[in-house]
């Protein structure tokens, strides 16, 4: 069969067609990985970027294409110069079903648009329209106004605005599902949402793969740095770290040298010739609270981390948090589970499902800072139970993240569709 994958960006090999690195898409990188040379199936990964010309780079039964035309995030349904380019693309590969990543960008809505009876299949990641309604994460509206930069006047990307695009979004989201009838999902919460935006959707569970390398990690009590925390996202408002940043609060009294690593660039200390012109409304609230509250030597940010940096910052850290107020899935909690790394997450969108309720994870309500103070606690004086915790949540992991089990059912998935 030959089969279609459309990515929100640079993917696998992707990245070396414009000499670049990437450290996003893991997961679907880590599908590439187990499905390069089945011999069943003819996949071709293709993105829209800013180039002058389509790039090719054949990789056994895998073609990794970029289309030249906008970055998906700037793709608009309405123009047909961004139709043209899928027109092109699809009758000169002729697919037998087109898989789509995501309904976050409209690169894939445009290719439906343009070819309505090919078949389709769409891997439900984060509905934005949804997601919107969570974006203010617990701050109040004059925490949001009295941090407005002229960074985010400038570029329009405010913490109001960019909540306003996300609600917007909802009507794609609604697009999508209307149009295309095959869906995956992993959790209870995107189940629910698909099918409230068209009960006719034929919904498909398929647990995603990991990178290699999550797989060989493991988490040891006897080898970590006690009292370090680790969250792997914090540079909007939904990934929750000023929640954590409050509990931090409440807790270093008690463990003077507790760490919180934040994987990522540092958003908060730019140079000072660019001042407050490159610092978004939410870096410059987390930039007040950790000054206010003295925090600077409590928090570090890691920088941008490849998977093998990832890994060794689960494995090294006593408790990896997933604080977000909304989270379809999280694959940083995925990967810190597998290793086994103690994990604490909010109990919001799908990462009950995750946790299996507790099971695989602590969890507390997203604003609730001092529960979540209380769970680190709770962890750092029971080693016995961090042992525990650790031992469920690899069982679990292992089981979910079976890569060979994943790949058989998303053939199986392909094949039930083209039969159909």
């Known amino acids: 069969m030959r089969v279609v994958w459309i990515t929100n960006g640079p993917i696998g090999k992707?990245?070396?067609?414009?000499?670049?690195?990437?450290?996003?898409?893991?997961?679907?990188?880590?599908?590439?990985?187990?499905?390069?040379?089945?011999?069943?199936?003819?996949?071709?990964?293709?993105?829209?970027?800013?180039?002058?010309?389509?790039?090719?780079?054949?990789?056994g039964n895998i073609t990794y294409t970029i289309l030249p035309g906008q970055y998906p995030s700037k793709v608009k349904v309405s123009k047909n110069t961004s139709r043209r380019i899928w027109i092109e693309y699809v009758k000169r590969v002729k697919p037998d079903l087109i898989h789509i990543h995501g309904t976050e960008y409209l690169h894939g809505l445009a290719l439906v648009k343009s070819f309505p009876e090919m078949k389709y299949l769409v891997s439900l990641q984060g509905l934005r329209g949804i997601i919107g309604r969570y974006y203010f994460a617990g701050l109040s509206s004059s925490e949001i106004l009295r941090t407005i930069t002229l960074y985010d006047i400038i570029t329009g990307k405010s913490i109001i605005r960019s909540r306003k695009k996300f609600l917007n979004h909802l009507s794609y989201d609604s697009e999508y599902l209307n149009r295309i009838e095959n869906v995956i999902g992993r959790t209870t919460w995107d189940y629910v949402h698909a099918k409230r935006l068209n009960n006719a959707v034929k919904y498909y569970t398929c647990e995603r793969n990991l990178r290699s390398v999550?797989?060989?990690?493991?988490?040891?009590?006897?080898?970590?740095?006690?009292?370090?925390?680790?969250?792997?996202?914090?540079?909007?408002?939904?990934?929750?770290?000023?929640?954590?940043?409050?509990?931090?609060?409440?807790?270093?009294?008690?463990?003077?040298?507790?760490?919180?690593?934040?994987?990522?660039?540092?958003?908060?200390?730019?140079?000072?010739?660019?001042?407050?012109?490159?610092?978004?409304?939410?870096?410059?609230?987390?930039?007040?609270?950790?000054?206010?509250?003295?925090?600077?030597?409590?928090?570090?940010?890691?920088?941008?981390?490849?998977?093998?940096?990832?890994?060794?910052?689960?494995?090294?850290?006593?408790?990896?948090?997933?604080?977000?107020?909304?989270?379809?899935e999280s694959i940083s909690l995925s990967e810190a589970q597998l290793i086994g790394t103690p994990c604490i997450s909010s109990f919001v969108g799908g990462l009950p499902d995750t946790t299996h309720y507790g099971e695989a994870g602590l969890l507390y309500r997203f604003e609730e800072y001092e529960m979540l103070a209380h769970y680190i606690r709770f962890i750092f004086e029971n080693d016995?139970?961090?042992?525990?915790?650790?031992?469920?949540?690899?069982?679990?992991?292992?089981?979910?993240?079976?890569?060979?089990?994943?790949?058989?059912?998303?053939?199986?998935?392909?094949?039930?569709i083209l039969a159909r």
Not at 388 to 415: C, F, G, P
Request: glycine residues 4%; hydrophobic residues 40%; aromatic residues 12%.
């Open 14 to 59: 992707q990245n070396q067609l414009l000499d670049s690195i990437s450290v996003s898409g893991s997961w679907i990188e880590a599908s590439l990985e187990i499905l390069h040379g089945v011999q069943s199936i003819e996949l071709f990964v293709v993105t829209t970027w800013q180039v002058k010309q389509e790039k090719n780079l054949v990789d």
């Open 214 to 328: 999550f797989y060989k990690t493991h988490w040891s009590l006897e080898r970590i740095k006690r009292h370090t925390l680790f969250i792997s996202q914090s540079d909007y408002p939904i990934k929750g770290l000023h929640i954590v940043l409050k509990s931090l609060c409440l807790l270093r009294d008690e463990f003077k040298d507790i760490k919180l690593f934040i994987a990522g660039r540092d958003f908060i200390s730019l140079p000072k010739s660019f001042g407050s012109f490159k610092l978004s409304g939410y870096a410059k609230y987390i930039t007040k609270f950790i000054r206010s509250k003295s925090l600077q030597n409590n928090v570090h940010f890691t920088g941008i981390l490849n998977d093998v940096q990832m890994a060794e910052y689960y494995r090294d850290s006593h408790i990896f948090i997933c604080p977000s107020s909304i989270e379809n």
């Open 384 to 416: 016995d139970y961090a042992i525990t915790l650790s031992n469920r949540e690899k069982r679990i992991a292992m089981q979910r993240h079976d890569r060979k089990v994943n790949m058989n059912n998303l053939l199986k998935i392909y094949e039930d």
